[in-house]
């Protein structure tokens, strides 16, 4: 693969890409929100007690800030095939080349994983009770609640306000005794 590889993060991949990230920058995507509208049955919960993890969900007008990161030349052969790995574990991603507005006025094509509307994983719940599944579920990767913390903290640290991400980071402590 001789073309420049660039990866929309939105969640996880902002604060653990996974992979050496040659040039990095804050992006907006048009036409989808951040949302935890995916059950976790393998990182962040388990079958029997499913976990949330955020998606990015279709919805008109909607603008998502992430930030787009750019593979290393030479490597994106290796850094898409370790993000199918890990974003394509189940069927309820679907791996898009999406429009990404950098910071700087730039459009690139980035890869980006979205939610599968049509997956049995894709759910809608009301914030209160998004609280109470991230506050009691673990999954191999760790409680769900760390997920949350960690993603609403990096977000805020790049000046990405997500008022549903602190309202819930906020709820989490609450409800577990963090606060």
């Known amino acids: ?79 898409l095939a370790y993000l199918r790995d890990r974003e394509l574990v189940s069927s309820a991603y679907e791996e898009r080349i ?20 049509a997956n049995p994983q894709y759910c809608h719940h009301t914030l209160e009770e998004q609280a109470r599944i991230i506050a009691r579920s673990c999954g191999r990767m760790g409680p769900n609640c760390d997920y949350l913390y960690n993603t609403a903290q990096h977000l805020g640290t790049l000046g990405i306000a997500d008022p549903d991400l602190d309202w819930l980071a906020a709820r989490v402590r609450h409800l577990t005794g963090c606060a």
Not at 12 to 32: D, H, N, Y
Not at 98 to 117: C, F, N, S
């Open 1 to 79: 693969m001789n073309k420049t590889l660039w990866v929309f993060g939105y969640g996880s991949l902002i604060w653990k890409p996974g992979f050496e990230v040659a040039e990095q920058s804050l992006g907006r995507l048009k036409g989808w929100h951040r949302s935890f509208c995916m059950t976790s049955i393998h990182y962040r919960g388990t079958e029997e007690n499913p976990g949330l993890v955020l998606a990015l969900d279709a919805q008109e007008n909607a603008v998502c800030a992430g930030v787009a990161l750019r593979a290393k030349a030479g490597e994106e052969a290796d850094v």
């Open 98 to 117: 999406l429009p990404v507005a950098l910071a700087d006025g730039r459009v690139v094509e980035a890869v980006t994983y979205v939610v599968d509307p």
